[in-house]
């Protein structure tokens, strides 16, 4: 593995913590991430490619503070981490060309926003509400 571990710290809310730590792990072999630390309200994980698990972090937790440890200080996380997410989410829209099971299409969505939430269906404009945001996220 030579990919580079980048270190990450967290503080949220202690009623949050399960939610997020749920979400972490569930996250797939290459956006895994490896909590190596964990209080009431703390966390500390180390992820070689972090993007979904700040994505998840900052739409279930809004009201956390992430960042960045490099060289011994912590860097503010850009609001925005990536522009578009081709996995890990669904099209709540039951016509969607991606909720088709006859010719299945990878759905993907544009991240207009992460604060407040605004992620919509590149293939039908769907916009996924906050809380089937947080459902599919927390698995
Ligand atoms: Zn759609």
Redesign the pocket.
Known sequence: MSEQQRTFVLKAPHNKMPTIRRALNSLSNENQVAITLEKDDFMEFTSASPAYAMFKIKILSPSSVLRERKNGMEMDIPDKIFEWIEDMLS?P?KN???AQPKEPTTPKFRVVSISPPKIQ?Y??G?YIDQSSLEAQLAK
């Open positions: 099209c829209n969607c060309i991606t269906c293939y039908c769907r």
